[in-house]
């Protein structure tokens, strides 16, 4: 089992950046799809990113291509999502997660979670 711990979330203005990050401990982080969710109030938790095992592969939801980039870094155990342009509609907690084998798409159905971080942007 993975345990996974978000970071950089925040309040900021539309049109700013943040770069989240998810360090991973235990199990096997090289080994597997990553990807991020996200939850709005009073909404169901989405799909948002997913990235293969060697960081050779991307899928993306429709709402956040062209300005998000899912990354990892599999020495540091690291996965990030840089978010450009925020707009207010992106106000979630975001949650990482890892997936079952080395691929991560809309359809996967993660197998550990993190326990979230906030990104709340202000119009």
């Known amino acids: 089992q993975v345990q996974l711990v978000e970071s950089g979330g925040r309040l900021v203005q539309a049109g700013a950046s943040l770069r989240l990050s998810c360090v991973a401990s235990g199990g096997t982080f090289s080994t597997v799809g990553m990807g991020w969710f996200r939850q709005a109030p009073g909404k169901e938790r989405e799909f948002v990113a997913g990235?293969?095992?060697?960081?050779?592969?991307?899928a993306y939801t429709d709402s956040v291509k062209g300005r998000f980039t899912i990354s990892r870094d599999n020495a540091k155990k690291t996965l990030y999502l840089q978010m450009n342009s925020l707009k207010p509609e992106d106000t979630a907690v975001y949650y990482c997660a890892t997936s079952r084998n080395v691929l991560f798409n809309i359809y996967t159905s993660p197998n550990d979670w993190g326990q979230g971080t906030q990104v709340t942007v202000s119009s």
């Open positions: 990235i293969s095992s060697n960081g050779g592969w991307t």
